[in-house]
């Protein structure tokens, strides 16, 4: 079983929402670093948001920064993405990924989900 299972994907019209959840079945990361990160077709993985174990610091790229949250909720070994006015630009799969510190580069986190696909159309 993957260590993280992403779920909540889907396909939507631009403007519309949706959250994206991601589980740790059996584990704890609770003392990690959790990050969502995307990649469309074509495209290299980016980062989208992290957020940290102590202090619950969040972090956004440019362009979701004002649309999207990222919580999380340690007791349930899980992380949250809302995604609020969705846009065309937004579609991709989405991954979680954890990390033991800080990092907005795909190649620090050693630990991965299989994705969730999110589709926006116009």
């Known amino acids: 079983q993957a260590p993280l299972v992403e779920s909540g994907g889907g396909l939507v019209q631009a403007g519309d929402s949706l959250r994206l959840s991601c589980t740790s079945p059996?584990?704890?990361?609770?003392?990690?670093?959790m990050a969502w990160f995307r990649q469309a077709p074509g495209k290299e993985r980016e980062f989208v948001a992290s957020?940290?174990?102590?202090?619950?610091?969040?972090t956004y790229a440019d362009s979701v920064n004002g649309r999207f949250t990222i919580s999380r909720d340690n007791a349930k070994s899980a992380v949250y993405l809302q995604m609020n006015s969705l846009e065309p630009e937004d579609t991709g799969v989405y991954y979680c990924?954890?990390?033991?510190?800080?990092?907005?580069?795909?190649?620090?986190?050693?630990?991965w989900g299989q994705g969730t696909q999110v589709t926006v159309s116009s």
């Open positions: 990924a954890v990390n033991g510190g800080y990092s907005i580069k795909p190649s620090d986190y050693s630990i």
């Open positions: 957020i940290t174990n102590v202090g619950r610091v969040t």
């Open positions: 059996g584990r704890t990361f609770s003392t990690y670093v």
